[in-house]
């Protein structure tokens, strides 16, 4: 129900755009995520989008290089790459944010992921 | 920011139970998510809010979390519960969300 797409191979100091495709109702009231995962290695939490776009925020290990967006209209997830580096690579999943009475938030549905290689 | 610390590697015979911790600062007085993630397959959410269930995951899986310690419990492990899991935090401080480096659960 959540469907990345955009993924690839690109040059270190290119940029990429990252997509993810979900069905209306599981979407436009939703705070939405992008974590990464590089291969043999770890989740990495990247960045998070508000439900209505207003509030956007980055792991520090992104921050400045990638911007996260959201279309509404349209039910898709983004998010610009830009500056990539090698250590970049990984997988990318997008998925959805919940909360509770705003002392906690954790993530409840994940796509398949799209895969980024950053390689010369 | 936040630190949450994972055992590399946990091992438990089928029909055992598995114990997989999370240990952070005082991390009782946070609140912890834990995820299941098979081999070549995204993150399922497998414990919320401590120790809450979703739908369709079994009553074998259990969370529970004191003083600098979160535990995810799993009774009579079975084969296909062979996987990676990761702890998870909201440092709210800071709005950044936090992952546990991670634990392989082998099932001998």
């Known amino acids: 129900r959540l469907v990345e797409s955009g993924g690839g191979l690109a040059q270190p100091g290119t940029s990429l755009r990252l997509s993810c495709a979900a069905s209306?109702?599981?979407?436009?009231?939703?705070?939405m995520h992008w974590v990464r995962q590089a291969p043999g290695k770890g989740l990495e939490w990247v960045a998070l989008v508000s439900f209505d776009g207003t509030y956007k925020y980055y792991g520090d290990s992104v921050r400045g290089r990638f911007t996260v967006s959201r279309d509404n209209s349209k039910n898709t997830l983004y998010l610009e790459m830009d500056s990539l580096r090698v250590d970049d690579s990984a997988v990318y999943y997008c998925?959805?944010?919940?909360?509770?009475?705003?002392?906690?938030?954790?993530?409840?549905?994940w796509g398949q992921g799209t895969l980024v290689t950053v390689s010369s | 920011s936040y630190v949450l610390t994972q055992p590399p590697s946990v091992s438990a015979a089928p029909g055992k139970t598995a114990r997989i911790t999370c240990g952070g600062d005082?991390?009782?007085?946070?609140?912890v998510h834990w995820y299941q993630q098979r081999p070549g397959q995204a993150p399922v959410l497998v414990i919320y809010y401590d120790s809450d269930r979703p739908s369709g995951i079994p009553e074998r899986f259990s969370g529970s979390n004191s003083g600098d310690t979160a535990t995810l419990t799993i009774s009579r492990v079975e084969a296909g519960d062979e996987a990676d899991y990761y702890c998870?935090?909201?440092?709210?401080?800071?709005?950044?969300?936090?992952f546990g480096g991670g634990a392989k659960l082998t099932v001998l």
């Open positions: 005082n991390i009782g007085s946070k609140i």
């Open positions: 998925a959805r944010d919940r909360r509770s009475d705003d002392s906690t938030s954790w993530f409840d549905l």
């Open positions: 998870q935090v909201w440092d709210k401080s800071s709005n950044h969300w936090v």
């Open positions: 209306e109702s599981i979407f436009s009231t939703f705070g």
